[in-house]
């Protein structure tokens, strides 16, 4: 039952997206054949689903361990944003020496920018009791600034024709391709590690049991003595060290260098990927395919059908609407069904 | 020296209208015991409302006017999911930011080119003419003198009229309010209604009034900032005005700074509102007794008579 | 009186009241009849479906089928404002106040058309003076004591000059001798002509006060008497079928080592709405029940709470387990060295209600079943203990897999019992043990604990319910303003006297002001 939303979602805002391409004069079978199909019908563009999917489905995985304890971590964005700079400062520091060692050290950097980041919001929660919601947009936005500072100033490329942005890494620094002719690479292996790990977390630790309670009943969880304190750090800081590799990622793979805008907002469509995958590690990297597949849908939009890119957010936030207003109707129908039972039973017992 | 200050002051009231509007809206929202995050996305869509029908119109009443509308109308896209449908008002908040940002920008592409005249202060006679107070109060667009009177308006409702305390009541205790028979789900309505209505005009004033110009994500966190000034007037409007200004005071601090040639990045200065934000909430919320006594008992939680 | 209520038409009329929820059939052709004037009592236990039937007739909820007439006439309550325009006013079990608003702003918000609060606020003073329910209309709820709260909702439902008032088991907010003062105003007010229904499960207080009663049970009525004329025990047998059943209780075996003491416990609340804890001195000895009585709200979420570990304290060694000091340990170190806990809330405190019984009982019996490996979780050990669970104590459910929701209340009451005896704890401590429990699980309920303590478990049980104390405790101390009394051997003290110590005299007491729970009108009212 629970599964089944999801699809009903995707199917609803599939059925819009036709109502849409109408209204604005396509042809709509054309266009979300386009906006679909098109994208993954070659080698190329699946291997381009998976390099999206990749940090959607790392960052929804460390986000969802977080929602599950009512932990609110909105900020991945930002926390992304400093796993660039973390790993891509390394990178750039690494001028020449680097070996084998020197990409690993870059992945240690990338996730720890990203939990140092979210440190920020799990500490003012805990020690000041300030919302986590608020504080951690709020940093995605000083995130932000900051990268724009560094590849303004500080790292930018003297070569770089006064471009805002760093020096290319090396070669020997970038995640080595999975199938060479596409942009696909290592980095994929490492989100599905990262899947893996939050599946065992959630559905086997006592520690990913103890935060479930902490989500259902914050009561049950002191009454039992769980401490809420950890249920914060670790919420904060799996969703950081995620996005922080998934930044590390990006630059690490297919940009190969900082520039001011490195993510088209893996962050905040992860939140939305975290949902559609019920907070579930294995349900998230399915729903990070069908986001992916909406990124690379309104990049081709554009091309072919001369919309503007923003329709990937469009569809991403009709996804999530339908996605909680199908929640509930599934809900209600089991709710009613039950209801119809006992009925049934006594009408029969009365006849 | 107080030439010098005039423009200042001005431009202070000027920055933090939005916050007054969003803000106030909010509050009365959550008076009611709904948590609707999505006062970005009502911005935006008010924002683009407003700028798209000021265009079209020619007349910048008839933007506000679309700005209010919109913001009600994706006001009540999270009402009917968080209160008919009782989903989760935290995701559905996050539902409504992130789909109003998608939506204004895939709708807006036609308009980051457009250019609006920029409107002309509305001198109220006499009083303008005052020396200091007349040009830095009384020589604003028309949007700051009805901010205020949302301000004297939201003030007189929520603590000297019965439907204010009715409202109060029921984000105290839902559960009671409708025990004594009160219409709890149509007065949350109204409330999420009006929130959305104010962040709209909000957003229209940003891009009718204040810019004027559309631009993708043009709010930059103004609704995020607003729903953050609440908690810190703890659920009050008179504080709520105070910390639309200081946050006003601290976005014009960074401009005349920069206009300035102060010797710091431009980025530390853009980031001055968003730490500052941080630093007022937890300012306010590290006493926990604070929040307790003045939050609505029961914000964000979903409540439907039949559970 | 008699032979006008024979003339006019009942003041209330039920016939055939059906209202069937998706789990349960609360009420199933319910007839009920109340006269003007009369103090008609609707008796059943736990779970009969006497709260269903009061929101049926105060319009909070509406009946699947059967007819209603007032005075007479057939109406249709659609709401509670349409039951106040017929004259109907309820008080309900759980208050249905604004704490953070004044008395004066909570009654107005109940009354249709109250404008001016000024002289809302003198009729409050005048109503609740003529009926001895002194007020203050101009305090905030929140700073009332529970019994000054229940003043307000009867005052609010007199100013209405209402024809029926419903009282919802309003003695267990207050202490015994509260509870006469209140009967002296409801006689006057039935004397005025004014019905009353009266919903109570306590006998003798039903004999007391009123003069007709229905009895409920699973939802049907099983018959009408007049209280005065039947025994305690003839009604019991009305309203559960049988006899009231009793524990078999051994006498104490004194000499028990302390297990749990509790050494100048103080403590200032978290809440601003909450009870400031004051020099509470209590030993706990290993083979004795001991019990902490008291009307609600006078400090003994706090001091559970201070105990268990939710809320841990400064000093250490105002909390001692088995002679360690424990003040400053959370509540999983309390439980290694041997605590087990039962708290009032089963949903949500106690169980986690989504979640299943295996996954409940990994909750708190992780440590003793052995469950955890290497930080992961052994679901098979967990599903074992909580069906040996579910055999042990009788529980009704569909399994270890059920969600806890899905158990009536009594039976998620025994599993929580039942799951914290099992893993054979050194000091027990138990909230409202059988509060909202029928009579069948309440009588296992204490019959384990009494086992419990022959196997020389210390057992600190904390209840709303004297009866439940004087059945099954050795010794009893009684907790009013966050201090506690002396504990008494339950055989050398009586109902009376732990009456008078719970409105906070007890001999020793300091002096303070207005103690709780019904008696500090007077002083409210000077303020």
Same mark, same amino acid.
């Given at each position: 039952?629970?599964?089944?939303?999801?699809?009903?979602?995707?199917?609803?805002?599939?059925?819009?997206?036709?109502?849409?391409?109408?209204?604005?004069?396509?042809?709509?079978?054309?266009?979300?054949?386009?906006?679909?199909?098109?994208?993954?019908?070659?080698?190329?563009?699946?291997?381009?689903?998976?390099?999206?999917?990749?940090?959607?489905?790392?960052?929804?995985?460390?986000?969802?361990?977080?929602?599950?304890?009512?932990?609110?971590?909105?900020?991945?964005?930002?926390?992304?944003?400093?796993?660039?700079?973390?790993?891509?400062?390394?990178?750039?520091?690494?001028?020449?020496?680097?070996?084998?060692?020197?990409?690993?050290?870059?992945?240690?950097?990338?996730?720890?920018?990203?939990?140092?980041?979210?440190?920020?919001?799990?500490?003012?929660?805990?020690?000041?009791?300030?919302?986590?919601?608020?504080?951690?947009?709020?940093?995605?936005?000083?995130?932000?600034?900051?990268?724009?500072?560094?590849?303004?100033?500080?790292?930018?490329?003297?070569?770089?024709?006064?471009?805002?942005?760093?020096?290319?890494?090396?070669?020997?620094?970038?995640?080595?391709?999975?199938?060479?002719?596409?942009?696909?690479?290592?980095?994929?292996?490492?989100?599905?590690?990262?899947?893996?790990?939050?599946?065992?977390?959630?559905?086997?630790?006592?520690?990913?049991?103890?935060?479930?309670?902490?989500?259902?009943?914050?009561?049950?969880?002191?009454?039992?003595?769980?401490?809420?304190?950890?249920?914060?750090?670790?919420?904060?800081?799996?969703?950081?060290?995620?996005?922080?590799?998934?930044?590390?990622?990006?630059?690490?793979?297919?940009?190969?260098?900082?520039?001011?805008?490195?993510?088209?907002?893996?962050?905040?469509?992860?939140?939305?990927?975290?949902?559609?995958?019920?907070?579930?590690?294995?349900?998230?990297?399915?729903?990070?395919?069908?986001?992916?597949?909406?990124?690379?849908?309104?990049?081709?939009?554009?091309?072919?059908?001369?919309?503007?890119?923003?329709?990937?957010?469009?569809?991403?936030?009709?996804?999530?609407?339908?996605?909680?207003?199908?929640?509930?109707?599934?809900?209600?129908?089991?709710?009613?069904?039950?209801?119809?039972?006992?009925?049934?039973?006594?009408?029969?017992?009365?006849? | 020296?107080?030439?010098?200050?005039?423009?200042?002051?001005?431009?202070?009231?000027?920055?933090?209208?939005?916050?007054?509007?969003?803000?106030?809206?909010?509050?009365?929202?959550?008076?009611?015991?709904?948590?609707?995050?999505?006062?970005?996305?009502?911005?935006?869509?008010?924002? *683009?409302?407003?700028? /798209?029908?000021? +265009? $079209?119109? %020619?007349? &910048?009443?008839?933007?506000?006017?679309? #700005? @209010?509308? =919109?913001?009600?109308?994706?006001?009540?896209?999270?009402?009917?999911?968080? *209160?008919?449908?009782? /989903?989760?008002? +935290? $995701?559905? %908040?996050? &539902?409504?930011?992130?789909?109003?940002? #998608? @939506?204004? =920008?895939?709708?807006?592409?036609?308009?980051?080119?457009?250019?609006?005249?920029?409107?002309?202060?509305?001198?109220?006679? $006499?009083?303008?003419?005052?020396?200091?107070?007349?040009?830095?109060?009384?020589?604003?667009?028309?949007?700051?003198?009805?901010?205020?009177?949302?301000?004297?308006?939201?003030?007189?409702?929520?603590?000297?009229?019965?439907?204010?305390?009715?409202?109060?009541?029921?984000?105290?205790?839902?559960?009671?309010?409708?025990?004594?028979?009160?219409?709890?789900?149509?007065?949350?309505?109204?409330?999420?209604?009006?929130?959305?209505?104010?962040?709209?005009?909000?957003?229209?004033?940003?891009?009718?009034?204040?810019?004027?110009?559309?631009?993708?994500?043009?709010?930059?966190?103004?609704?995020?900032?607003?729903?953050?000034?609440?908690?810190?007037?703890?659920?009050?409007?008179?504080?709520?005005?105070?910390?639309?200004?200081?946050?006003?005071?601290?976005?014009?601090?960074?401009?005349?700074?920069?206009?300035?040639?102060?010797?710091?990045?431009?980025?530390?200065?853009?980031?001055?509102?968003?730490?500052?934000?941080?630093?007022?909430?937890?300012?306010?919320?590290?006493?926990?007794?604070?929040?307790?006594?003045?939050?609505?008992?029961?914000?964000?939680?979903?409540?439907?008579?039949?559970? | 009186?008699?032979?006008?209520?024979?003339?006019?038409?009942?003041?209330?009329?039920?016939?055939?009241?059906?209202?069937?929820?998706?789990?349960?059939?609360?009420?199933?052709?319910?007839?009920?009849?109340?006269?003007?004037?009369?103090?008609?009592?609707?008796?059943?236990?736990?779970?009969?479906?006497?709260?269903?039937?009061?929101?049926?007739?105060?319009?909070?909820?509406?009946?699947?089928?059967?007819?209603?007439?007032?005075?007479?006439?057939?109406?249709?309550?659609?709401?509670?404002?349409?039951?106040?325009?017929?004259?109907?006013?309820?008080?309900?079990?759980?208050?249905?106040?604004?704490?953070?608003?004044?008395?004066?702003?909570?009654?107005?918000?109940?009354?249709?058309?109250?404008?001016?609060?000024?002289?809302?606020?003198?009729?409050?003073?005048?109503?609740?003076?003529?009926?001895?329910?002194?007020?203050?209309?101009?305090?905030?709820?929140?700073?009332?004591?529970?019994?000054?709260?229940?003043?307000?909702?009867?005052?609010?439902?007199?100013?209405?000059?209402?024809?029926?008032?419903?009282?919802?088991?309003?003695?267990?907010?207050?202490?015994?001798?509260?509870?006469?003062?209140?009967?002296?105003?409801?006689?006057?007010?039935?004397?005025?002509?004014?019905?009353?229904?009266?919903?109570?499960?306590?006998?003798?207080?039903?004999?007391?006060?009123?003069?007709?009663?229905?009895?409920?049970?699973?939802?049907?009525?099983?018959?009408?008497?007049?209280?005065?004329?039947?025994?305690?025990?003839?009604?019991?047998?009305?309203?559960?079928?049988?006899?009231?059943?009793?524990?078999?209780?051994?006498?104490?075996?004194?000499?028990?080592?302390?297990?749990?003491?509790?050494?100048?416990?103080?403590?200032?609340?978290?809440?601003?709405?909450?009870?400031?804890?004051?020099?509470?001195?209590?030993?706990?000895?290993?083979?004795?029940?001991?019990?902490?009585?008291?009307?609600?709200?006078?400090?003994?979420?706090?001091?559970?709470?201070?105990?268990?570990?939710?809320?841990?304290?400064?000093?250490?060694?105002?909390?001692?387990?088995?002679?360690?000091?424990?003040?400053?340990?959370?509540?999983?170190?309390?439980?290694?060295?041997?605590?087990?806990?039962?708290?009032?809330?089963?949903?949500?405190?106690?169980?986690?209600?989504?979640?299943?019984?295996?996954?409940?009982?990994?909750?708190?019996?992780?440590?003793?079943?052995?469950?955890?490996?290497?930080?992961?979780?052994?679901?098979?050990?967990?599903?074992?203990?909580?069906?040996?669970?579910?055999?042990?104590?009788?529980?009704?459910?569909?399994?270890?897999?059920?969600?806890?929701?899905?158990?009536?209340?009594?039976?998620?009451?025994?599993?929580?019992?039942?799951?914290?005896?099992?893993?054979?704890?050194?000091?027990?401590?138990?909230?409202?043990?059988?509060?909202?429990?029928?009579?069948?699980?309440?009588?296992?309920?204490?019959?384990?604990?009494?086992?419990?303590?022959?196997?020389?478990?210390?057992?600190?049980?904390?209840?709303?319910?004297?009866?439940?104390?004087?059945?099954?405790?050795?010794?009893?101390?009684?907790?009013?303003?966050?201090?506690?009394?002396?504990?008494?051997?339950?055989?050398?003290?009586?109902?009376?006297?732990?009456?008078?110590?719970?409105?906070?005299?007890?001999?020793?007491?300091?002096?303070?002001?207005?103690?709780?729970?019904?008696?500090?009108?007077?002083?409210?009212?000077?303020?």
């Amino acid at each position: 039952m629970r599964y089944l939303s999801p699809l009903l979602a995707a199917a609803l805002t599939i059925l819009v997206g036709y109502a849409l391409f109408s209204a604005l004069g396509r042809d709509p079978l054309a266009a979300l054949h386009a906006f679909f199909v098109r994208p993954v019908s070659t080698a190329n563009g699946v291997a381009e689903l998976l390099l999206k999917a990749s940090p959607l489905m790392m960052i929804a995985t460390g986000l969802a361990l977080g929602f599950r304890a009512n932990v609110w971590n909105i900020g991945a964005e930002g926390q992304l944003i400093l796993g660039a700079i973390c790993g891509g400062g390394v990178a750039l520091h690494l001028e020449g020496a680097a070996s084998g060692w020197g990409l690993a050290l870059m992945v240690v950097a990338g996730a720890l920018g990203g939990m140092a980041w979210a440190a920020i919001p799990a500490f003012l929660r805990t020690r000041f009791n300030a919302s986590e919601i608020l504080t951690s947009l709020m940093l995605t936005y000083v995130a932000a600034l900051l990268l724009s500072y560094l590849v303004h100033g500080p790292w930018r490329d003297p070569q770089g024709f006064n471009f805002p942005q760093s020096r290319m890494f090396d070669d020997a620094l970038l995640f080595p391709l999975l199938v060479e002719g596409t942009r696909l690479n290592a980095s994929f292996l490492l989100a599905l590690a990262v899947v893996a790990a939050g599946w065992v977390f959630v559905h086997k630790s006592f520690l990913g049991y103890q935060m479930r309670v902490a989500g259902l009943a914050d009561a049950a969880a002191r009454y039992a003595g769980f401490s809420a304190t950890r249920t914060v750090w670790i919420g904060m800081l799996a969703g950081g060290g995620a996005a922080g590799l998934a930044g590390l990622a990006e630059v690490a793979g297919p940009i190969g260098q900082l520039t001011p805008s490195i993510s088209p907002g893996y962050g905040f469509a992860a939140i939305i990927v975290a949902f559609v995958g019920r907070l579930n590690p294995v349900g998230c990297a399915l729903a990070s395919l069908l986001m992916s597949l909406l990124y690379l849908g309104g990049e081709q939009a554009q091309m072919e059908l001369r919309l503007p890119a923003a329709i990937t957010g469009l569809f991403q936030g009709m996804l999530l609407f339908f996605l909680l207003g199908a929640d509930v109707l599934i809900n209600f129908r089991v709710r009613a069904l039950r209801r119809a039972g006992p009925a049934a039973a006594s009408a029969g017992q009365a006849a | 020296m107080t030439d010098a200050l005039v423009p200042i002051l001005a431009a202070t009231l000027a920055a933090g209208t939005p916050l007054v509007f969003a803000a106030l809206g909010e509050l009365v929202v959550e008076k009611s015991g709904v948590l609707n995050l999505g006062v970005e996305g009502m911005m935006l869509c008010g924002a *683009l409302a407003g700028f /798209a029908a000021t +265009v $079209a119109s %020619g007349s &910048a009443a008839v933007g506000a006017l679309a #700005g @209010l509308a =919109a913001g009600a109308a994706a006001a009540l896209v999270f009402a009917l999911l968080t *209160l008919t449908l009782q /989903a989760n008002q +935290v $995701a559905a %908040g996050l &539902a409504l930011s992130i789909f109003g940002v #998608g @939506l204004s =920008a895939f709708a807006g592409k036609p308009f980051e080119s457009v250019a609006l005249p920029a409107p002309q202060p509305f001198a109220l006679p $006499a009083l303008a003419d005052l020396p200091l107070v007349g040009p830095v109060l009384f020589a604003q667009p028309p949007l700051v003198y009805l901010s205020w009177a949302l301000f004297g308006l939201v003030s007189w409702f929520l603590y000297r009229t019965r439907p204010g305390l009715v409202l109060r009541a029921v984000g105290e205790s839902p559960a009671v309010a409708h025990a004594i028979g009160y219409p709890v789900i149509g007065i949350r309505y109204l409330a999420t209604l009006f929130g959305g209505a104010m962040a709209g005009v909000g957003g229209a004033y940003l891009s009718v009034s204040y810019t004027p110009m559309w631009a993708e994500n043009m709010t930059a966190g103004r609704g995020w900032i607003a729903l953050a000034l609440v908690v810190f007037a703890t659920w009050r409007p008179g504080r709520v005005l105070a910390g639309a200004y200081l946050f006003g005071g601290v976005t014009i601090a960074q401009f005349f700074a920069q206009g300035a040639g102060a010797a710091v990045a431009s980025q530390l200065l853009s980031s001055l509102p968003y730490l500052a934000t941080i630093g007022v909430l937890v300012l306010i919320s590290r006493n926990p007794n604070v929040i307790r006594l003045n939050a609505p008992v029961s914000l964000g939680q979903s409540y439907h008579p039949d559970a | 009186m008699q032979g006008a209520a024979a003339a006019a038409p009942p003041r209330l009329s039920l016939r055939g009241i059906r209202k069937a929820y998706p789990a349960v059939v609360a009420n199933d052709g319910i007839d009920l009849d109340v006269a003007p004037g009369e103090i008609h009592a609707v008796l059943g236990e736990n779970g009969a479906g006497k709260s269903t039937l009061m929101k049926i007739i105060y319009g909070v909820v509406q009946p699947d089928a059967g007819a209603i007439r007032w005075e007479g006439r057939p109406v249709a309550i659609a709401s509670p404002h349409a039951a106040r325009a017929l004259g109907i006013g309820m008080v309900f079990q759980h208050f249905s106040l604004f704490e953070t608003l004044t008395v004066t702003q909570n009654v107005a918000l109940a009354l249709d058309g109250a404008r001016d609060l000024a002289a809302l606020a003198r009729r409050i003073a005048e109503v609740s003076q003529r009926y001895g329910l002194p007020l203050d209309p101009r305090r905030l709820v929140h700073s009332l004591s529970v019994g000054e709260r229940q003043r307000v909702e009867i005052v609010r439902c007199l100013l209405q000059a209402p024809r029926l008032l419903i009282l919802d088991e309003p003695t267990s907010v207050l202490t015994p001798q509260a509870v006469q003062r209140l009967f002296e105003t409801l006689r006057q007010l039935a004397a005025e002509g004014c019905s009353i229904l009266y919903i109570s499960h306590k006998l003798d207080e039903i004999k007391a006060l009123c003069t007709g009663a229905t009895v409920l049970r699973a939802g049907r009525v099983t018959g009408t008497c007049d209280p005065r004329r039947e025994t305690a025990s003839s009604m019991a047998r009305m309203m559960i079928g049988r006899d009231l059943p009793v524990c078999a209780h051994a006498a104490a075996a004194p000499g028990g080592e302390p297990r749990l003491v509790l050494a100048g416990l103080a403590r200032a609340a978290d809440d601003p709405f909450g009870t400031d804890l004051d020099g509470i001195d209590l030993a706990v000895h290993a083979g004795e029940i001991v019990g902490i009585a008291g009307v609600s709200g006078n400090g003994q979420q706090e001091l559970l709470r201070a105990v268990s570990g939710e809320t841990p304290l400064g000093a250490p060694l105002a909390v001692q387990l088995l002679g360690a000091g424990v003040g400053r340990m959370h509540p999983g170190r309390r439980r290694k060295l041997g605590l087990g806990f039962v708290p009032e809330e089963r949903l949500g405190r106690g169980a986690v209600p989504h979640m299943s019984l295996a996954e409940n009982a990994l909750l708190t019996a992780h440590r003793a079943g052995g469950m955890v490996r290497a930080g992961l979780v052994r679901a098979r050990r967990a599903t074992a203990f909580a069906r040996d669970c579910i055999e042990r104590f009788a529980v009704k459910c569909g399994g270890p897999g059920a969600a806890a929701r899905s158990l009536s209340g009594g039976n998620l009451q025994k599993f929580i019992v039942g799951r914290e005896i099992l893993q054979a704890p050194k000091v027990l401590v138990v909230a409202q043990p059988t509060w909202g429990v029928d009579v069948g699980a309440a009588t296992f309920i204490r019959q384990a604990l009494i086992d419990l303590r022959k196997r020389g478990t210390a057992i600190l049980v904390i209840s709303e319910e004297l009866d439940e104390l004087f059945e099954i405790c050795d010794r009893i101390a009684v907790i009013a303003q966050g201090r506690l009394s002396p504990a008494r051997p339950t055989r050398e003290t009586s109902v009376e006297e732990i009456g008078v110590w719970m409105s906070g005299l007890w001999p020793g007491a300091r002096a303070a002001g207005a103690p709780a729970g019904g008696t500090g009108g007077a002083t409210a009212t000077q303020a």
